[in-house]
């Protein structure tokens, strides 16, 4: 199984667990981390931070995740100059 093909089994687990059980909910959105790794054993190291929501019937969130240039190692990244992107103006 491939690594988006375990998340997405895995959110759907938390998914239906926190609808059918409410104090299951109410741990996850209270201290999602510790209620993750009770749960299911899933480890996430102490810089990753984690929030929990709960979508209502009129209140959606829109998560836009990072840019993939921010989570590439710095070492890898391509440096373009401005005026070589967008051309000198001359």
């Known amino acids: 199984m491939t690594n988006l093909t375990t998340e997405t089994s ?13 104090e299951f909910l109410a741990r996850l959105l ?3 981390k510790s209620t993750l790794h009770d749960t299911f054993g899933l480890e996430m190291p ?9 979508e209502s019937a009129d209140h959606f969130y829109l998560v836009i995740p990072p840019h993939p ?4 190692p710095k070492a890898e990244k391509v440096s373009i100059e ?4 967008w051309g000198s103006g001359t």
């Open 46 to 54: 102490e810089h990753i931070r984690l929030t929990a929501v709960q």
């Open 82 to 85: 401005p005026a070589a992107m």
């Open 10 to 22: 895995i959110k759907a687990q938390m998914i239906q667990k926190a609808w059918e059980d409410p």
């Open 69 to 72: 240039s921010s989570i590439v």
């Open 30 to 32: 209270n201290d999602p």
